[in-house]
């Protein structure tokens, strides 16, 4: 009965996506308050700022709060986007909210068209290997295990997604989305979203497949919901004729997790993520791994930018601590 449930749902998935893209439309709402301390002399944030694409519409933007100074910048080399405020001679609590209406399309792309050109210029340093994403040693090696007899980008990606949903494993214990430390994840083989993100791009870039990370945000499912602890990592390749394609293989273990399914019964989710990600999610960044931010910030350079950032007197906060850090994410229905 399992079988022909998952058979259908496979066919219903598939034949509604190639009808239409489903939409989601709602109000999101940043709130800040960073923690006050009598000591304190200086605050600075950098958030995250969401920009219109194809995809999404971010429409309505307003900003308030008592900082001294605020800026919208974008970093060059990693091309993030992000809001920038700063307290200075603090006496008060320090405070801002960033608003905006978002109207988030489904991204699906079915119908993969290979052409078998050589990859963009532009697009060739999404096979580049760093410390963050290493496409050496051990991550060679299951490269090269897992597309020994595939030709083409296009299987060789498909074969990276299968494994890394077969071998890597949601773990519910880990800390906000994950640290994305590739070799930690291998060797644990299990962790959160941009753990299970990271291994897929680490190991497509290996076998000669250019790929990245996408740092997110879901959105509510309900009429107004807490999306504070919404944040989301999944990825994407690029293939020549078609270009970026959408890849989710931490969602399908996370549906396993929370439905309790085997790999056979979560097949339909498997086929899904594959090419598609849901409405219910916005992109506030694409790539970039060990980000100095402008105004420079004084911590180490961010593993990635996808979380607000904020240091007081010079020292970070925990961003996967909202409580203790100081924000909050609201999004309302439209």
Known sequence: M???????????????SLV?????????????NLPFKNESKRA?????????????SIDNITVGGNF????????????ATYLFAEWNDISEKMELTMSFKVKAKERILKDFKHTKASVPKEVKKYLESSCWVPTDGKIKEIANQITNNKEGILEKSRAIY??????????????????????????????????????????ARAAGVPAREVFGLRLG??????????HHCWAEFYLPGTGWIQVDPADVRKAMLVRKLDLKEAEPYREYFFGAVDEYRIVL????????????????ALNYFMYPYAELDGRPLDYFDPKNFGY???????
């Open 2 to 16: 399992k079988a022909k449930i998952s058979v259908l749902l496979v066919f219903f998935l598939l034949i509604a």
């Open 20 to 32: 239409y893209a489903k939409e989601r439309e709602g109000v999101i709402t940043f709130k800040i």
């Open 44 to 56: 600075r944030l950098w958030l995250p700022f969401p920009l219109s694409d194809e995809y999404q």
């Open 68 to 79: 001294n100074n605020s800026a919208v910048y974008r970093e060059a080399k990693s091309e």
């Open 162 to 203: 299968n494994w890394v949903v077969e071998n890597i494993y949601r773990d519910p214990e880990v800390r906000g989305c994950g640290l994305g430390i590739v070799e930690k994840t291998l060797a644990k083989r299990g962790g959160k979203c941009a753990d299970i993100s990271s291994v897929y791009v680490a190991i």
């Open 221 to 230: 499912k309900k009429s107004k919901e807490d999306m504070t602890n919404g």
């Open 285 to 300: 960044k694409r790539g970039g791994r060990g980000i100095n931010l402008y105004p420079s910030q004084d911590g180490e």
């Open 328 to 334: 909050s994410v609201e999004f309302k229905a439209l």
